[in-house]
């Protein structure tokens, strides 16, 4: 029986390569080896619908039936570059009823405690796999290090999110930041090294949200330079101008060297301040080669809840951000938790949200928005081999439309996701998940989550 990791596609549509042309592919042992464009429709004898083709069939190699897309879109698969795993479908355990960012910390750090390793592994699985099976197959994904309650229930959470790694390892890569509480500077320090040294992958924070920012950040940039890993912050998330903890992070990125390896996301400030005051920002963080990543749904959700009409909505300045050269991901943040209590980890619906947020739906928008959610945050990742391109790893989703305009105004259900050298969903087949190790976890992760509907005590 021939592997899933040898395939050939006709009629495959590349917008991120050429929209002019139909494409003919092949994989090797589950690495691109062929991308050609072809000369028009091509319907060779033998040819098969990628929706009637079974790939558990049997079948020689030499009699391998080549897979006919019939004119659909292809993509590298997803990368989402800002996720919240270890929160997600935590709402019905943790309230807001304000609504605001600052309730959602604060109830969320009230809780935490009383989390068990399995219950987050549990969740970060769940909501991982959700993501998968709209396409993602990357996640840079940030973790709650709680070191304000005890060294335990901070390393609890790291311990989980390692595990839950290792299990999805064949299927999707998840990389890990922990994020050192804000303040930290009189805590126990050494836990913090010590998530480092368990392998988490890089360092991150909320630097704005603390009294001494700056001593925060030069502290977050020690740490980073000792283990050399990248640095990813929650920056600036607020409706206050006046908040510009970018500045010093622009400012130690230079002076560290660290130019390329410092993310920063939300960037909410922005949206508030002058355009003055704004662009002589944006242009320190092109200068120290930031790296952005703006989350659209949760900050549209959670901002201006303190405005009177007129109210601010917090999404970042994105298409600026884009015009002076920095690369920008839109992202997915919070999955039905007290940040956010919607979300279902599909970075095409992000996408379209962000065209919403920041006025971009001309044709030459949708397609950078196309960029924003698959090679532009795999470079925030520092991945180069997600393209689809010959030598890299295949890694990619199948998209039922023909245009982007199509599938941003359909958000197609029907999708075809192949990750890890394996179909992981066929859209034509009766069960989404195509590994049969895959269908457990997803069913074991789903049991420990809940989407009953939340009581809380009446205060």
């Not at 899933?4 to 042992?29: A, C, K, Q, W, Y």
């Not at 229930?153 to 839950?164: G, H, K």
């Not at 060297?257 to 939300?266: A, I, L, P, S």
């Amino acid at each position: 029986m021939a592997s899933v990791t040898n395939l050939d596609f006709i009629n495959v549509r590349l917008p991120m390569e050429d929209e002019g042309h139909l494409f003919r592919l092949s994989i090797r042992d589950g690495v691109w080896t062929q991308i050609l464009k072809q000369e028009g429709d091509a319907a060779p004898p033998g040819a098969v619908s990628l929706e009637t083709w079974n790939p558990t069939q049997a079948f020689l190699d030499s009699n391998r039936p080549i897979i006919d897309l019939e004119g659909k879109i292809m993509l590298p698969g997803f990368v989402d570059a800002h996720m919240h795993l270890d929160k997600a479908f935590s709402l019905t355990s943790v309230e807001n009823r304000s609504g605001t960012l600052e309730e959602a910390v604060q109830n969320y750090s009230q809780a935490s405690p009383s989390f068990s390793k399995q219950e987050i592994k549990s969740r970060m699985i769940r909501s991982a796999m959700q993501a998968l099976s709209f396409g993602t197959t990357r996640i840079r994904t940030h973790l709650d290090f709680n070191l304000r309650v005890s060294r335990e229930v901070a390393l609890r959470t790291i311990e989980a999110a390692l595990e839950a790694k290792e299990a999805l390892a064949p299927y999707l890569t998840l990389q890990l930041f922990p994020m050192c509480p804000y303040n930290f500077m009189s805590m126990d320090v050494d836990a913090i090294e010590e998530a480092l040294r368990m392998g988490v992958d890089g360092i991150g924070g909320a630097p704005h949200l603390s009294m001494t920012p700056k001593e925060d950040i030069d502290y977050v940039f020690k740490l980073a330079e000792k283990y050399d890993v990248p640095i990813d912050l929650h920056c600036d998330e607020t409706d206050n101008p006046a908040i510009r903890t970018i500045e010093h992070i622009a400012y130690r990125t230079k002076a560290e060297g660290y130019e390329g390896r410092v993310t920063v996301d939300h960037l909410c400030a922005l949206a508030s301040m002058t355009d003055q005051d704004a662009h002589s920002i944006i242009a320190q963080m092109a200068d120290a080669g930031l790296k952005a990543v703006s989350l659209p749904a949760v900050n549209l959700y959670l901002q201006g809840r303190h405005d009177s009409f007129p109210i601010r909505r917090g999404v970042t300045r994105l298409k600026e951000i884009w015009e002076a050269g920095i690369p920008i991901a839109v992202a997915s943040d919070n999955i039905h938790d007290p940040f956010h209590p919607f979300g279902r980890g599909d970075l095409l619906q992000i996408a379209l949200i962000s065209s919403y947020a920041a006025h971009m739906g001309r044709p030459d928008d949708l397609r950078t928005l196309l960029r924003m959610i698959t090679d532009v945050p795999a470079k925030v990742l520092g991945l180069t081999d997600d393209a689809i391109k010959a030598g890299n790893e295949a890694n990619f989703v199948v998209m039922d439309g023909s245009t982007p305009e199509e599938i941003f105004t359909m958000l197609p259900e029907r999708r075809w996701v192949y990750s890890g050298g394996r179909w992981v969903r066929m859209a034509a087949a009766k069960t989404k998940w195509q590994d049969n190790t895959l269908a457990r976890y997803w069913d074991e992760a789903s049991r420990e989550v809940s989407f009953h509907k939340h009581e809380f005590a009446k205060g």
